[in-house]
């Protein structure tokens, strides 16, 4: 049985002054909800230095705080037997791939038939894991690449990893218009002060870093490879239209759509009906929590992807 709570110590960042309590450790313990931290403070279970504090105290950097992570014994989720495309797995770890519109935790309209659904079915263990194991999170409608921990231990050890950036995770991205070149976007992010589903670039945002680069060039679009230094919701794709490449399909960031010139009406029609963002996790890297050492796991583009990829090259051979 796992022990009834496991003690968090964890040293505030000076860059996280200004935010709520509640939200720095959620972002400082992504294995535990936003919901069941505010419980902890509640309770009494969340210390600052040292003293008792409230979920909308605001941090000022620099804090030491000790989170008395009281674990449920078992989460009251049900176990369903659905498919999973498991890449790799072991004592400590799971690597799968996800593919497109599969919701990874049960919700308000997403009861059932979700990746935590799935993963406790596979393993009966993992109800003793917070949210079944699951280290990482990728859009519902990005394919590809997530790290499950099959204990405690092993997911304590990949979330500080993952704090830390040694998690690399690369991703393929479709991306409208034709790079000349790739680079870096070093541009803070934080949720658009209008359009709450959306996020945007803002200078008081958080830092968040995209390293990106030409993997095929075609005629108005690019197949680009993009590797994550920071972790912000939507990232990638609030980088990406920032530069000007939106990803293909994505439906907060991508406005209108642009065809080659002179496009045959099943490209056309291809790009019309794509209708999730064209982008894929597909590759991480990261350090096995058993044995220490640097470990890669690729998973292959889906076949969506593939096959607006062979349209655009297609494209690309008849027009020269």
Known sequence: MPPKFQTHRLDLPPDYAGRRLDQALAQLLPQYSRSRIQKWIEEGAVLV????VRARDLVTGGETATVEARLPKEIGIKAEKL????????AAVIILNRPPGVVVHPGAGNPGKTLQNALLAHDPKLKRVP??????????????LLVVARTIEAQAAL???LAEHEIEREYLAICTGAMT????????????????LKFTVRSDGREAVTHYRIEKRFRQHTLARVRLETGRTHQIRVHMEHVGYPVVGDPLYAGRKRYPKGATQQLRETLENF???????AKLTLTH???GKRVSFEAPLPDDMQ?????????MDDNG
């Not at 209708?275 to 996790?281: D, M, N, P, S």
């Open 181 to 196: 070149g790739g680079g870096t976007v070093d541009k803070p992010i934080d949720r658009h002060r209008s359009h709450r």
């Open 275 to 281: 209708r999730r963002q064209a982008l894929h996790a």
């Open 131 to 144: 949210r079944a194991g699951l280290v990482h999170r990728i859009d519902k409608d990005t394919s590809g």
């Open 49 to 52: 230095n040292g003293l008792p």
């Open 307 to 315: 096959g607006l990829i062979d349209m655009l090259q297609q494209d």
């Open 289 to 291: 929590p058993k044995s």
């Open 159 to 161: 979330v500080a990893e």
């Open 83 to 90: 498919p999973l495309d498991i890449v790799h797995q072991d």
